[in-house]
């Protein structure tokens, strides 16, 4: 399995990015799927994951109200469209698989990992 992210770059605080992470097989519905970040010299948070089946997603109060998860189950794709982004939102940004559908919060539940996108916000 395979999850290849882009999207990322740099933008001024206000912009907006649209993050993809595509993948190298079919993701059946009773999969998961989310995106963690990570800044310099922090942990790997959670930021959104999505129930692949209905496409309900469950996104992190620091980006409830700016950030949009979605995908195409058609493309195997999974989407991040990303607001308003701040200085703080600076990480690099992971997609994730968890092929048991646990819809977790937690890097410990996921199996399948991408390489990473770097998001650059400029205040």
């Known amino acids: 399995v395979q999850l290849q992210a882009s999207g990322g770059g740099m933008v001024q605080a206000g912009g907006s990015l649209r993050l993809s992470c595509a993948a190298s097989?079919?993701?059946?519905?009773?999969?998961?799927m989310a995106w963690f970040r990570q800044a310099p010299g922090m942990e790997r948070e959670f930021v959104a994951k999505?129930?692949?089946?209905?496409?309900?997603?469950y996104l992190a109060d620091s980006v409830q109200d700016r950030f949009t998860m979605s995908r195409d189950k058609a493309e195997n794709t999974l989407y991040l469209q990303m607001n308003n982004l701040k200085p703080e939102g600076t990480a690099v940004y992971y997609c994730?698989?968890?092929?048991?559908?646990?819809?977790?919060?937690?890097?410990?539940?996921?199996?399948?990992w991408g390489q990473g996108t770097l998001v650059t916000v400029s205040s």
């Open positions: 994730a698989l968890d092929r048991r559908g646990q819809i977790s919060s937690s890097v410990n539940d996921y199996q399948y």
């Open positions: 097989i079919r993701i059946y519905s009773s999969s998961s």
């Open positions: 999505i129930r692949w089946g209905a496409g309900t997603s």
